[in-house]
């Protein structure tokens, strides 16, 4: 009885201490408050920390990302850039700070709910339903909108094939958008590697979201292929107004492209605003030019 | 330049090919309803079209689950005994129920029995999940053998198949339950192609083959996953009723064993996974290898090759093509025939 009650004791003392840790951050509370009540903020990151096995990946990381801007985060290897797409999209779980999307706060972001809140991405490896034509890898990529059972499918019932209808026209659009109209009917594990990127950001444009995170979409590909895919962001971003967050390695294509740069060096972010802005800071020269030389051979063009 | 490359190989609507499909499938019609009853010999029905029936069909069920939807079961054999003794215990408990309606009761069952040992499918992957899937065969077996009630009371737990009638015919003879068989197939293999070809079964696919991006684009995985094995049971639970009433006549639990999820696993690998034809490729080879063994070791060693020779045999050159099929060609049987084709088609244009 005794050993239960002090256990109970405990329990109630731990879940206080981590309730107070939880709301520790008021003020960032209220400034997401203030953010994600803005409708011109698409996103809205506040004090992201997560941790791996003690490796702090993210340290009260802010950022936030207006309607229609294409919002370039870049960073040296292991600064944390895969990890902060991770988190928006709920494959991660933050161990600090909120999200708010499209006005919704969320301290854990529902990746399985992510489509209906109208953010798509694509993954830095390819991540293709290998056993699919193009055609139908793209379609997936409005699944979320479907309504049909299986047994409608199967006998062909009016809401049934109206949706397959509505979404066939759609993913036509991207197919012609994208200029993917010859490998259509392939089996997508036999198209090379660049048309795979491709097809990826075609099924996540046909979901139309209002918000597109893109790990990487340039990683492994020649030059004209890099010119061609930040062509067609561009062009998503113009002609379909979504809203993109774009991770990227190559900071060329980055600059010329994207309309503010947040720059993530060992978790912390350490210089975010125009590419003008950013290139001209020294912390990012420092972190930029400390890793060239020491690891990997970036430089900042 | 890579995408003009592969241009060529895209194909266009062709008619050619649509009037080749029509003409195969009027060509089964008449094998199936005019050919095999009047002139198949009572053995080839009954030691050869019966298991073969009824095995494809417990292929298509679990090339559904993981063919399509990548959940490795090794349950197979236990949900066809859910769908057998389901059938018998309906058909005996409950007077004057139609056989069709019997058969529908039975493969829901199993479906309920799948989706209850699917459940772990929504932790485990993979051969974590297989072993998982021992814990149905093992329980099932367990319970018709323990509990008299679902044996009527059978000191050793067999029971017989009931009199078979559809509409007043009586299916008893040897054509009347294959025509039984071979329309229970015909009518749930065209369900599950519709199915495979519909957004359903591109969410199986999508689970299979990505389950992240699944997800994260919106695909209801866990749903799906449960859905694949509901399926997948059913179909499997309805092979189970031909295999007992149709084939067997009279089955026990044991009869329902380990080595028979195994065989059912082994015709989909050999067929080729997500591959309907394979399926049918794949119970055509294992029922038939059994037999030209035999045939093949009587030649060669004459009375040497008794029983207990061809059954080791058998199971060493069955090991032995799994091996080299799953080497050479991971595809199946499936693949194999549509490169014959294509050879065959290039030759003759």
Redesign the interface.
């Known amino acids: 009885m005794i050993g239960a009650s002090l256990g109970a004791a405990a329990y109630e003392r731990a879940s206080e201490i981590s309730a107070i840790l939880a709301v520790a951050n008021p003020v960032g509370d209220r400034r997401l408050a203030r953010l994600s009540s803005r409708p011109d903020v698409v996103l809205a990151l506040s004090g992201i920390g997560i941790s791996f096995g003690g490796v702090k990946a993210l340290s009260d990381v802010d950022l936030e990302v207006e309607v229609g801007e294409i919002r370039a985060v870049i960073g040296p290897n292991g600064a944390g850039k895969s990890s902060l797409i991770n988190i928006i ?3 991660y779980h933050a161990d600090r700070g909120r999200i708010a999307i499209g006005g919704q706060s969320f301290s854990r972001v529902p ?6 809140l109208g953010v ?2 694509t ?1 830095q490896n390819l ?6 034509s193009v055609r ?1 890898n793209i ?3 409005r ?2 909108t ?1 309504r ?1 059972s ?1 047994v409608e ?2 006998a ?1 019932l009016p809401r ?1 094939r109206s ?2 209808a509505g ?1 066939a026209e759609k993913t036509d659009q991207i197919v012609a958008f994208l200029h993917l109209e ?2 259509a ?2 089996l997508v594990a036999t ?2 590697y660049g ?1 795979q990127k491709r097809v990826e950001l075609a ?2 444009l046909v ?1 139309e979201p209002k918000l597109l995170l893109l790990d990487e979409p340039m990683a492994g590909m020649t030059a004209t292929e890099k010119a061609e895919m930040a062509g067609f962001v561009r062009a998503a971003r113009d002609r379909h107004g979504v809203t993109i967050i774009l991770i990227e390695h190559d900071i060329g294509v980055v600059m010329g492209l994207s309309d503010r740069v947040a720059v993530l060096d060992y978790g912390r972010k350490i210089a975010d605003g125009t590419p003008a802005e950013v290139r001209a800071d020294p912390a990012v020269i420092r972190a930029y030019i400390g890793t060239a030389e020491g690891e990997n051979g970036e430089d900042i063009r | 330049m ?3 490359a ?2 060529a ?3 266009p609507v062709d008619w050619a090919k649509l009037v080749q499909k029509l003409a195969l499938a009027t060509a089964l019609f008449v094998v199936a309803y005019g050919v095999v009853p009047a002139y198949a010999s009572g053995y080839l029905v009954e030691a050869i079209l019966l298991p073969f029936l009824a095995l494809s069909l417990a292929a298509v069920g679990l090339n559904l689950l993981t063919g399509y939807c990548g959940q490795l079961s090794l349950g197979s054999s236990a949900f066809m005994a859910v769908g057998a003794f389901g059938a018998y215990n309906f058909n005996l408990r409950v007077e004057g129920l139609p056989l069709a309606v019997t058969m529908i009761l039975a493969g829901i069952s199993a479906a309920g029995f799948g989706v209850v040992f699917g459940l772990p499918s929504l932790r485990l992957r993979g051969f974590y999940l297989a072993v998982s899937t021992l814990a149905a065969q093992f329980f099932v077996q367990w319970a018709l053998t323990k509990f008299g009630w679902f044996s009527n009371d059978n000191p050793s737990g067999v029971i017989s198949a009931p009199h078979l009638a559809v509409a007043g015919l009586s299916l008893d003879s040897a054509t009347g339950r294959y025509l039984l068989s071979v329309t229970t197939v015909m009518v749930l293999t065209a ?1 599950v192609w ?2 495979v070809n ?3 079964g ?2 199986f ?2 689970v ?3 389950e ?10 866990l749903r799906t996953k449960l ?1 694949a094995f509901a ?1 997948s049971s059913f179909i499997i639970g309805i092979a189970g009723v031909l295999w007992a009433f149709t084939y067997l006549r009279t089955v026990e639990p044991a009869g329902f064993n380990l080595d028979r999820s195994f065989q059912i696993l082994f015709i989909i690998i050999i067929g080729g996974l ?1 591959s309907i034809r394979g399926a049918f490729l794949g119970a055509a080879f294992i029922v038939v290898l059994p037999l030209f063994l035999s045939r093949l070791g009587a030649f060669l060693f004459g009375g040497l090759f008794d029983s207990g020779v061809l059954d080791m045999s058998q199971r060493i050159v069955l090991g032995a093509i799994i091996i080299i099929f799953l080497i050479a060609e991971p595809s199946g049987l499936s693949a194999l025939f549509d490169r014959l084709k294509r050879r065959i088609g290039s030759r003759s244009s």
């Open positions: 999209s709920g494959l990746a399985s709910r992510l489509a209906r798509a991405r993954f991540a293709l339903f290998g056993g699919l139908n379609a997936c990529g699944v979320h479907r049909a299986f499918h199967i062909g049934a949706e397959d979404i010859s490998v009917d392939r198209l090379p048309l099924r996540a979901a | 890579a995408v003009q592969l241009d190989a895209r194909l369900l519709r199915l519909s957004a359903t591109r969410n696919i999508a299979r083959d990505n992240t991006a699944a997800r994260v684009i919106g695909v209801p995985v859905l399926i997500a």
